[in-house]
């Protein structure tokens, strides 16, 4: 069994997904939960630590919540009233157990267990600094930077000690941190990953995104604001607010694609703002067609604005396989061209001698794209139109998300006329980027301060990428190697 490619779904992929537990007699169980409904960013490995009053306990494992957690005994041995938990998706570090999250550190003045989301732009030359003072790193993870700024601070209170590293760091980040007194939340200046605040019989909550409140019956209080550290005790929810303020730039790939539909981010409903996306769509790329289509699942809410917008029926022209998994026997090379079926497969019922629509949230490589529709041109759809949710990705993510190099992103290299010839439509067209600020309530895209971060698609990065400027973009940190 191998790591596939050719299954690849072609997507931009986010990083990782984090979640907490303060007061609450089943912490790590609700942790678990959390975590299984962010498994959408990240399916590598997961982890939780919990705190008893006097001991920190974790549990972690490569792969899926339901394989690592699925058993009653492994959550008896992390007992407690607090835990943390961390889904990982790799880009920054290698795929081994020494990465998988929560990283756990134990202080002068206690235990420090953290979970990140995001990616650090200046990391590689704090390690190396740090490396020069001694430090011994354990990972090869951004995240452990941050301990070791902790670490070698010389703040009196924990909280202080991470706030002291955290003035050091440059990048995108949502933490979650325990330590023995403390749960601790945290949002970049910028706000560029999400973190919102939840409340379940007393307990206090933190995740990546409400639907992971839903799941454990928890009631959404509010966004983390960006810039926010907020400290949970027995004292209550404390807010601070310690970095200089900076303008709020939240990541719009995640209304886009990377949150779940049933999340709620900064006050939007992700499904609605995917629909107002597609009606945008359907004003800037009118079309005459039969059907409107989705790309499955990520292309349904914005197909569906758009088939609304449009008059056009909507109708469900792919099937998408949801147990595909990450691991498959690779096949041998003259039935490769098969691996796309494996994930979706076209219904010639519904797609027989009609023009069709089809709308997809984006596209990065543009393999599966072509692939999608040789498919659907195969069951017998006449004309191929499509729609793309998104303007063109023009650029790469340096903020924790997974994207290929830029030269391997198809609109960086092509107009979309040829890229319409490479995926083999009759039309292609993306919505416009103020259209897209439209969908998000925007009356357009402020170019002195837009009001997210978009700089995939418009290459204006919002925080400095300190290693790249220095040149820095070797991948390999360490010279030990595990077998996973
Ligand atoms: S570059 Fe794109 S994917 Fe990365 S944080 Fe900004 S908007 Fe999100």
Known sequence: MITTNPFDDDKLHEECGIFGVYGHSDAAALTA????????????????????????????????????????????RLPGLSAIGHNRYSTQGEPMMRNVQPLFADF????????????????????????????????????EVIIHLAATSTAPTVTERMIDALRQVEGAYALVALTNEAMIGVRDAMGVRPLV???LDGAWILASESCALDIINAKLVRDIEPGEVVVISADGV???????????????????????????LSGQSVYEARRRIGAELAREAPCTADIVVPVPDSGVPAAIGYAAEAGI????????????GRTFIEPAEHIRHLGVRLKHNANRLILSGKRVVLVDDSIVRGTTSTKIVEMVRAAGATE?????????????????????????????????????????????????MDGLYRAMGRTARSAN??????????????????????GDTARQLSLFRQIA
């Open 197 to 199: 605040l939840g409340h």
């Open 313 to 324: 029926p909507f109708e469900l022209g792919i099937t998408r396989n949801h147990y595909v």
């Open 238 to 264: 404390q807010s601070l607010k310690p970095f200089l303020p900076r303008a709020s730039r939240f990541c719009i790939f995640e209304h886009i694609y990377f949150a779940r539909p049933d999340s709620n």
């Open 33 to 76: 939960l959390g975590l299984h409904a962010l498994q959408h960013r990240g399916q590598e490995a997961t982890g939780i630590v919990s705190f008893d009053g006097k001991t920190f306990h974790t549990h972690k494992g490569i792969g899926l919540v339901g394989d690592t957690f699925g058993d009653r005994a492994v959550i008896e």
């Open 449 to 470: 301060q837009p009001q997210f971060c978009d700089a995939c698609f418009t290459g204006d990065y919002p925080i400095p990428l300190l290693d790249q400027e220095e």
């Open 384 to 432: 191929v139109h499509m729609r793309i949710a998104s303007p063109p990705t023009t650029h790469s993510c340096f903020y924790g998300v997974d994207t290929p190099e830029r030269s391997a992103l198809l609109a960086a290299n092509h107009s979309v006329e040829d890229m319409a010839r490479i995926i083999g439509v009759e039309s292609l067209a993306f919505v416009s």
């Open 108 to 143: 002068e003045s206690g235990g420090f267990a953290l979970g990140h989301n995001g990616n650090l732009t200046n990391a590689r030359h704090l390690r190396r600094e740090l490396v020069r003072r001694g430090c011994l790193f354990q990972s090869t993870t951004d995240t």
